[in-house]
C-alpha cells in the first residue's frame, strides 16, 4: 500500500515537497510516478521515475517546476513543487508498478495527499 505526504495550504510562489512510501517495503525495485487530480477535473500525470532512474514526463503542466527523484536509502519518492500557483491546487496521487520503465498504467495507488494554493 503506498502512502502520500508533505501536502499542505501555501500561498502563490511558494514550495513543497511530497514524499511517497510504501507500507513494508521499498519502491526502489518499482517505476513510480506522480499523478493529480483537481476538483471537477480528470485525473493527469505529472511525472515518473522508472526503476532505472529515467524520468518521464506526462504532461507539460509540471514543466520545469516540478522534480521528481528517488530516495534509494529510505526506498521512497519524491515530488519537489517550485513556484506554485493556485492551478496547481489539486490532490496528488502517487502510483507504482513492479516495471522497468514508466509506464501508462499503474496498479498501486495511494489515498492522495491535498496540495491547497491560495492567494
Known amino acids: 500500500q503506498l502512502v502520500e505526504s508533505g501536502g499542505g495550504l501555501l500561498q502563490p510562489g511558494g514550495s513543497l515537497l511530497l514524499s511517497c512510501a510504501a507500507s513494508g517495503r521499498s519502491l526502489n525495485d518499482f517505476s513510480v510516478a506522480w499523478f493529480r487530480q483537481a476538483p471537477g477535473e480528470e485525473r493527469e500525470g505529472l511525472l515518473c521515475?522508472?526503476?532505472?532512474?529515467?524520468?518521464?514526463q506526462y504532461d507539460s503542466s509540471a514543466g520545469g517546476r516540478f522534480m521528481i527523484s528517488r530516495d534509494k536509502g529510505t526506498g521512497t519518492v519524491s515530488l519537489q513543487m517550485n513556484s506554485l500557483v493556485p492551478g496547481d491546487t489539486a490532490t496528488y496521487y502517487c502510483?507504482?508498478?513492479?516495471?522497468?520503465?514508466?509506464?501508462?498504467?499503474?496498479?498501486?495507488w495511494g489515498p492522495g495527499t491535498q496540495v491547497t494554493v491560495f492567494s
Open positions: 502510483a507504482a508498478r513492479y516495471i522497468s520503465i514508466c509506464p501508462t498504467e499503474f496498479d498501486s
Open positions: 521515475i522508472s526503476y532505472i532512474g529515467r524520468i518521464r
